[in-house]
């Protein structure tokens, strides 16, 4: 997959088959477009496109009429890298990351058409759901694009409503169930296991006292969506010899996988005030500070509480610990690279 990120330097496509979206999750019910995109570009011996905007569009054009705290709590199942990963695997032949802004929000419709699908990409198919809302105060639609296939020769297919419900059911169930801890549902409706990525930093070490040490994570995007407060059973990757992961092409032999457990929340036994994210990585023991990681979320093992002791913490780590190892060993999600 060729992944273009200068609008005003894309190739030449040949017989283009596109579509047009945020994709956020990659998930299952975003596969029945991609699936179409893919079948109609065959077809045609052309080549399929999806577009794509970053910053997402709700980050842009929202910011006006909503608070600081609201735009904070806009939360996405991906970040750009993780999104292209996720299509990489999907074998699309071009990813067009187009730069949102405000202004670009502010073209009226038509010129959305002339100037950008088909001055851009000159397709020969567009495939868009019949509720799609494009240009200047949201006037485009899918009637407009049909009324101009004629005068700029290409073709509108339309996203069946049953596969856009599909979709837009699947992100909401994601979202809540993430929420809510139900990483199980939420990893069912994605196809692969949420995951997250972040730095490795110093914490208080009070996990190595209890005999289970543990990695705080600082998450890398602030705008990810991360599962709800409670013990999971997770596994890890990282770089055996290099502290990064933002090399897609180097994703290869270098990965070290663990397994582990870990707790989001804020530590009520210790009196802790502040959320933190902290995994412990079974039978593992070095110093990783400053390491990038990956987690990837698979089991929800239960609820963060309060203990009457450091010692009845101690021991129900020992329980997770062996619920988390017995949970793990039967997950079939294929891990991502």
Same mark, same amino acid.
């Given at each position: 997959?060729?992944?273009?990120?200068?609008?005003?330097?894309?190739?030449?496509?040949?017989?283009?088959?596109?579509?047009?979206?945020?994709?956020?999750?990659?998930?299952?019910?975003?596969?029945?477009?991609?699936?179409?995109?893919?079948?109609?570009?065959?077809?045609?011996?052309?080549?399929?496109?999806?577009?794509?905007?970053?910053?997402?569009?709700?980050?842009?054009?929202?910011?006006?009429?909503?608070?600081?705290?609201?735009?904070?709590?806009?939360?996405?199942?991906?970040?750009?890298?993780?999104?292209?990963?996720?299509?990489?695997?999907?074998?699309?032949?071009?990813?067009?990351?187009?730069?949102?802004?405000?202004?670009?929000?502010?073209?009226?419709?038509?010129?959305?058409?002339?100037?950008?699908?088909?001055?851009?990409?000159?397709?020969?198919?567009?495939?868009?759901?019949?509720?799609?809302?494009?240009?200047?105060?949201?006037?485009?639609?899918?009637?407009?694009?049909?009324?101009?296939?004629?005068?700029?020769?290409?073709?509108?297919?339309?996203?069946?409503?049953? &596969?856009?419900?599909?979709?837009?059911?699947? *992100?909401? =169930?994601?979202?809540? /169930? %993430? @929420?809510?801890?139900?990483?199980?549902? +939420?990893?069912?409706?994605?196809?692969?296991?949420?995951?997250?990525?972040?730095?490795?930093?110093?914490?208080?070490?009070?996990?190595?006292?209890?005999?289970?040490?543990?990695?705080?994570?600082?998450?890398?995007?602030?705008?990810?969506?991360?599962?709800?407060?409670?013990?999971?059973?997770?596994?890890?990757?990282?770089?055996?010899?290099?502290?990064?992961?933002?090399?897609?092409?180097?994703?290869?032999?270098?990965?070290?996988?663990?397994?582990?457990?870990?707790?989001?929340?804020?530590?009520?036994?210790?009196?802790?005030?502040?959320?933190?994210?902290?995994?412990?990585?079974?039978?593992?023991?070095?110093?990783?500070?400053?390491?990038?990681?990956? &987690?990837?979320?698979?089991?929800?093992?239960? *609820?963060? =509480?309060?203990?009457? /002791? %450091? @010692?009845?913490?101690?021991?129900?780590? +020992?329980?997770?610990?062996?619920?988390?190892?017995?949970?793990?060993?039967?997950?079939?999600?294929?891990?991502?690279?």
């Amino acid at each position: 997959m060729l992944v273009h990120r200068d609008i005003n330097n894309l190739p030449s496509f040949h017989n283009s088959v596109i579509t047009i979206g945020t994709f956020d999750g990659v998930h299952t019910g975003h596969l029945q477009i991609i699936n179409q995109l893919k079948k109609e570009a065959r077809e045609i011996n052309g080549e399929s496109v999806i577009i794509t905007f970053h910053p997402h569009p709700r980050m842009v054009v929202n910011t006006k009429s909503i608070s600081q705290d609201q735009y904070e709590e806009i939360k996405l199942l991906n970040t750009l890298q993780e999104k292209i990963e996720l299509l990489e695997n999907n074998n699309i032949d071009h990813l067009v990351v187009v730069p949102f802004t405000f202004d670009f929000s502010e073209q009226p419709a038509e010129e959305y058409i002339r100037g950008f699908l088909v001055a851009k990409f000159q397709p020969h198919t567009i495939i868009i759901g019949y509720d799609h809302r494009f240009g200047k105060d949201r006037g485009g639609d899918y009637k407009l694009l049909e009324a101009y296939q004629a005068k700029y020769n290409f073709k509108v297919k339309e996203i069946p409503e049953h &596969v856009l419900h599909h979709v837009k059911i699947s *992100s909401t =169930k994601i979202r809540h /169930s %993430l @929420a809510d801890g139900d990483v199980e549902t +939420a990893n069912e409706a994605l196809g692969y296991p949420y995951f997250f990525e972040g730095k490795i930093i110093e914490g208080d070490k009070l996990g190595r006292q209890l005999g289970y040490p543990t990695a705080n994570i600082d998450v890398t995007d602030k705008s990810k969506l991360i599962p709800g407060d409670g013990v999971y059973a997770v596994e890890v990757s990282m770089h055996k010899d290099e502290n990064t992961l933002n090399n897609i092409a180097h994703r290869t032999s270098k990965i070290v996988h663990h397994l582990g457990m870990m707790n989001i929340g804020f530590r009520p036994t210790v009196g802790g005030t502040k959320k933190v994210i902290e995994v412990n990585l079974f039978n593992f023991d070095k110093d990783i500070y400053n390491n990038l990681i990956r &987690v990837y979320v698979k089991n929800h093992l239960r *609820s963060e =509480k309060k203990f009457n /002791s %450091l @010692a009845e913490l101690k021991n129900q780590l +020992a329980e997770d610990m062996i619920k988390a190892l017995e949970l793990l060993k039967n997950v079939n999600y294929k891990t991502l690279p």
